[in-house]
């Protein structure tokens, strides 16, 4: 789902500004898109405060969440990359667990 006026924000955003949100799912539906989202915001230098959640990346400890939540996200996908791998090269898909 694009958000014409948060895009348009985002292409204003400068160094040294920051974006507030009310809370986390206002700015973003999935995980993977909010981490992106702010990373890409942590780049241009951009802070990011969601006020629900009390998360703040002008603060250590919101710049530690969010370092770590990508960790974890990275983590995810290259586990589920070399599933997909390993599946394509044994000749047939994993069989469940349960």
Known sequence: M??????EMCAYAQPGDEIIV???DRL?????????DLQALGEREVDFQSLCEGIDTTATNGRAF???VSAFMTFGRDVQRERAEEAMTSGHS???LC
């Open 94 to 96: 994993r069989r469940p």
């Open 28 to 36: 973003s539906r999935s995980l993977i898109t909010l981490v992106s």
């Open 22 to 24: 009310w809370r986390l």
């Open 66 to 68: 969010f370092q770590t």
């Open 2 to 7: 694009i958000k014409p006026a948060y895009m």
